[in-house]
C-alpha cells in the first residue's frame, strides 16, 4: 500500500515562511491534499493539487509537487500564531475513493 | 451551508459496553467515510458508506460495524468495547462528483 512520510515537527518565527514536507512511493497518486487539525478537532480541508500540476497557490499557501522524487510541500508565507497546528498530507489514486494519511506535522509558531 | 456534523462531542464507556456513533455529512454529500484517530497518529480508514451499503472497508475488526440511511447520514457501531478504542473518531463527508473528503469535528470516545 502507500507509503506516506511526514517529518513530526516543524517550529518557526512568527512572520517567516514555513514549509512543511511530505514523500509518498505511490506514483499512481492522482489527488494530493493537505489537511489542518487544531488541538480537539476535526480535520479542514486547506487545499489539494491533482497529479498534473507542479503547483498550485491559495493566498497564503503554495502547494509544490515534485512527481519525479514523488515530494509534496505545502509553503505558508507570513507564518502567524494562528497557523500552530499539525499538518496533514493526503494521496489519493483514481482507482480508489480512500485517501491515505501522514502521520502529520505539528508546527508551532513562536513570537 | 452547514458542514458535517457528529455527535456526541465526547463519550465515555466501559470495557464490554458498545457504543453508537452519529454523523450527518455536508449538504450536497452522499458517501460517508469513517476514520479513527488515534492520539499523534495520522486517520486510520474504518469503511466508507455509500448508497446504504459499505463500499471500502480498512482492516478493522467486525465489532466495528456502520450503517447509512436514505438521508446519506451514517453510523458507527463498535461492540464490546476495548481500552485500545479509546480514540478520536472522525466522520467525513463526500459526493461522487469528486471525491474530496470533508471531514467533521470528531467524536472523543473514552474507554475505561
Known amino acids: 500500500g502507500e507509503d506516506v512520510e511526514q517529518s513530526l515537527f516543524l517550529s518557526v518565527r512568527e512572520g517567516d515562511s514555513s514549509v512543511i514536507n511530505c514523500t509518498y512511493t505511490d506514483s499512481s497518486s492522482t489527488y494530493l491534499y493537505w489537511y489542518k487539525q487544531e488541538p480537539g478537532a476535526g480535520l479542514q480541508l486547506l487545499t489539494y493539487?491533482?497529479?498534473?500540476?507542479d503547483m498550485k497557490q491559495d493566498q497564503r499557501l503554495t502547494v509544490l509537487l515534485n512527481k519525479k522524487d514523488k515530494h509534496l510541500s505545502l509553503r505558508i508565507a507570513d507564518t502567524q500564531t494562528g497557523d500552530s497546528a499539525i499538518y496533514f498530507c493526503a494521496l489519493r489514486s483514481g482507482g480508489s475513493y480512500i485517501p491515505t494519511f501522514g502521520r502529520g506535522t505539528s508546527l508551532i509558531v513562536h513570537p | 451551508d452547514a458542514g458535517v456534523t457528529q455527535s456526541p462531542t465526547h463519550l465515555i464507556k466501559t470495557r464490554g459496553q458498545q457504543v453508537t456513533l452519529r454523523c450527518s455529512p455536508k449538504?450536497?454529500?452522499?458517501?460517508v467515510s469513517w476514520y479513527q484517530q488515534a492520539l499523534g497518529q495520522g486517520p486510520q480508514f474504518i469503511f466508507q458508506?455509500?448508497?446504504?451499503?459499505?463500499?471500502q472497508r480498512g482492516n478493522f475488526p467486525d465489532r466495528f460495524s456502520g450503517h447509512q440511511f436514505p438521508n446519506y447520514s451514517s453510523e458507527l457501531n463498535v461492540n464490546a468495547l476495548l481500552l485500545g478504542d479509546s480514540a478520536l473518531y472522525l466522520c467525513?463527508?463526500?459526493?461522487?462528483?469528486?471525491?474530496?473528503?470533508?471531514f467533521g469535528p470528531g467524536t472523543r470516545l473514552t474507554v475505561l
Open positions: 467525513a463527508s463526500s459526493s461522487t462528483a469528486t471525491d474530496t473528503q470533508y
Open positions: 493539487i491533482f497529479s498534473n500540476m
Open positions: 458508506y455509500y448508497e446504504e451499503e459499505e463500499r
Open positions: 449538504s450536497g454529500h452522499d458517501t
